[in-house]
């Protein structure tokens, strides 16, 4: 990368962490309705930092929130790459647990912590600090970007899909980069090749109109909350593998190939059990903690309620109880077909004397990308620039990104997913943060790959493949 370049991205670093802690004290909280004004206003912050570059920007409402896109094609016979990201955040609960509160970013030590702060906000922004950084100082950039950053990712990009097959001729591109994932561990970048899939469902159990007096009442009727326990309970068998019938059916089995990759990244599991606070690793017998994690299909309870959960007791019977469920989901299983499964199975585990209602929110299928790809090879060298190492890492990843196969399927193009953050980055949790030395390093990342990308176009590579493993 141009040394102008690089140089412009240290001077004003310290610039782009006080820009970044602007943009996280907009509580963009999608799943909240009551954020509905807050979303405007990160679409806004997103408008306004695309626009002030001269690029051509725009708010594109939808039946959600709004869509931010910005384009700047002043590189005729250049690559053109599709910049995605989300301005949305995960809610902050539970807020007690927040050393320092989740929308009034906080540096310590060497950290900035605030909702958002790795996923997505501070990693979107690399990409937009990257562009500032050519137009700045060499005027402009050496690839074409189209810019698609959107305010519903963490509630399942419902009105993405329609936003890009309606402009699909405009937003035609040759590759896609997203900055959503994880590094492998601290100091050892990656590149996703991988993401598992999505379907997300709620389910209550009623049983008696209202709460009744357990003493009175109970032992004579079905306790919606013992029902439901039970209908959770039977959602695995006792090896750790998903009771939903024909759940496996097309999970297509790991090669030989990748599982010794996996290996190969030598997963250091005493230090992942020690993070996490657990004694013991759990989950589906015959796999490890990584194919577990990346690549084989889950049934998880995300929340559930029912009844009295106030301070002290209270004796009654609840009349209703509610589970929020999610499956994850690998290579070919289809999000549809596992809802209506999942449903079906649900509805028949459930006790006679209690209704049944069921909810489906979103869905999205898992993706994987060809590893040997040249924009694989043109994106490590970048990386391996920027972070002074190497090696970079290819790794899968087991959480979900349901733009990537939208971008396939629409735009027919693959997605970079490379990741500055750490998966203790505590997102979706309390005490979420980003490393400024990341969050620096992903700007220059950045940078360095719209040249590494724009080098690509006559040999049809920029690295050397023995440089990723
Ligand atoms: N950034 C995450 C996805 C992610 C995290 C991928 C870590 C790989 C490693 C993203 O914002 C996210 O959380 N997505 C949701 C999608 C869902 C709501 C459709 C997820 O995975 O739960
Ligand atoms: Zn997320």
């Known amino acids: 990368m141009l040394t102008t370049v690089s140089k412009y991205l240290d001077q004003h670093a310290d610039r782009f962490l006080e820009e970044l802690k602007e943009f996280l ?33 725009e708010i594109v409402p939808t039946a959600g929130h709004p869509i931010v896109y ?9 690559p053109t790459v599709m910049v995605y990201g989300h301005y949305d955040v995960q809610p902050p609960d539970p807020l007690d647990l927040w050393t320092t509160p989740p929308f009034e970013p906080t540096v310590r030590d060497g950290k900035l912590y605030a909702r958002g702060a790795t996923d997505d906000k501070g990693q979107v922004f690399t990409h937009i600090k990257s562009a500032e950084a050519w137009l700045k100082t060499v005027g402009k950039l050496p690839v074409n970007l189209k810019y ?13 899909e329609d936003f890009l097959a309606a402009r699909k001729e405009s937003l035609s591109c040759d590759v896609a980069v997203v900055s959503d994932t994880s590094q492998y561990a601290p100091n050892q970048p990656a590149i996703t090749y991988g993401l598992r899939g999505i379907l997300a469902v709620e389910v209550t159990v009623t049983g008696p109109k209202k709460d009744l007096h357990s003493g009175v009442f109970g032992g004579a009727v079905m306790n919606p ?22 759940f496996y059916d097309a999970v297509q089995p790991l090669s030989d190939a990748e599982r010794q990759q996996f290996l190969d990244l030598n997963f250091d599991e005493a230090a992942f059990k020690a993070e996490l606070g657990i004694s013991e690793v759990f989950g589906e017998e015959g796999f490890t903690t990584l194919e577990r994690r990346w690549a084989r299909p889950t049934c998880e309870v995300n929340g559930l309620v029912s009844g009295y959960t106030g301070v002290g007791p209270k004796t009654i019977v609840p009349s209703k109880a509610t589970v929020k469920i999610t499956c994850r989901l690998v290579p070919t299983q289809d999000p549809h077909q596992l809802t209506e499964a999942l449903h079906q199975y649900l509805k028949a585990q459930c006790p006679p004397s209690l209704s049944f209602e069921f909810t489906s929110y979103h869905g999205c299928p898992a993706f994987v990308f060809d590893p040997n790809s040249p924009y694989i090879e043109a994106a490590a060298e970048a990386i391996r620039e920027a972070w002074g190492v190497q090696q970079v890492r290819l790794i899968r990843e087991g959480g979900s990104i349901p733009v990537v196969q939208t971008f396939k399927d629409v735009l027919g193009v693959d997605t970079l997913l490379l990741g500055w953050g750490q998966n203790t980055d505590n997102l979706h949790s309390p005490n979420e943060h980003f490393s400024i030395a990341d ?11 719209w040249a590494k990308l724009a080098a690509m176009q006559g040999d049809g590579s920029a690295a050397s493949a023995a440089n990723v493993c």
């Open 70 to 78: 910005a384009e700047w094609l002043g590189a005729p016979g250049a």
């Open 25 to 57: 004290r907009i509580p963009t909280v999608s799943a909240d309705p009551e954020c509905k004004p807050h979303l405007i206003r990160g679409a806004e912050f997103v408008y306004k930092q695309l626009a002030d570059l001269g690029m051509k920007a």
């Open 439 to 449: 969050f620096h390093r992903g700007t220059k990342a950045s940078a360095s790959l």
């Open 225 to 246: 909350a013992t029902g439901l326990a039970r209908m959770i309970a039977s959602l695995h068998d006792d090896h750790g593998r998903v009771r939903i019938p024909g």
């Open 148 to 160: 698609v950053i959107e305010g519903e990712e963490e509630v399942g990009s419902r009105n993405l």
